[in-house]
C-alpha cells in the first residue's frame, strides 16, 4: 500500500514542539585541575612510534552528593613500521571520596595481535581505601578475520 503524504485537511495537529525541558545543572566546584597532553616519539633508526595521552580531568566536588569525583587516564600507543602485528594499545583510574571514605577502580588494558589474532588482556582493580576489594582480569583472542 503506497505512503500518502500527511495534507492540510488530516486530523493531525500540526503545533511547534515546546521549548525543550530539563534538569538544572548539578553544582560542582573544582577541586583539582587536571592535566592533558599528547606526546609524539618517533624513533627513525628502528621507525618506532609511540603515542603518550594523558587525559586527567582532575578532581571535581558535586555538592548535592557531597562526592569528589576524579578521573583520569594514560594510554601508550606504539608501532613498528611495516610490522602490523607490533602495535598495542594500554590504560584507566576512576576515584571517588567523601570525607575519610575513598574508594577507587583502576583498569589496565593491552591489545596486541599476531598475524591471524587481536589479544586483548584487561584487569579490573577495586578498592576501597589502600584495600582491594575485588579484582578480574580477562584474555580474549579474536580472529582477525582478514584484517
Request: glycine residues 4%; contains cysteine; charged residues 25%.
Amino acid at each position: 500500500m503506497p505512503v500518502r503524504p500527511v495534507s492540510e485537511s488530516d486530523d493531525v495537529a500540526r503545533q511547534p514542539f515546546a521549548e525543550p525541558e530539563g534538569a538544572a545543572p548539578l553544582t560542582t566546584t573544582r577541586v583539582e585541575p587536571g592535566r592533558h597532553r599528547w606526546d609524539v616519539c618517533r624513533d627513525l633508526v628502528t621507525q618506532q612510534s609511540a603515542l603518550d595521552i594523558v587525559k586527567d580531568n582532575g578532581t571535581v566536588r558535586h555538592h548535592h552528593a557531597d562526592l569528589d569525583v576524579s578521573r583520569s587516564a594514560h594510554e601508550t600507543y606504539t608501532s613498528t613500521a611495516g610490522d602490523f602485528e607490533s602495535s598495542q594499545a594500554r590504560t584507566w583510574v576512576v576515584a571517588f571520596a567523601r570525607g575519610d571514605w575513598q574508594a577507587r577502580t583502576v583498569t589496565h588494558t593491552a591489545l596486541t595481535c599476531s598475524a591471524t589474532e587481536f589479544i586483548v588482556e584487561a584487569r579490573l582493580d577495586a578498592y576501597v581505601g589502600a584495600t582491594r576489594l575485588a579484582s578480574r582480569s580477562w584474555h580474549e583472542v579474536i580472529p582477525r578475520r582478514l584484517l
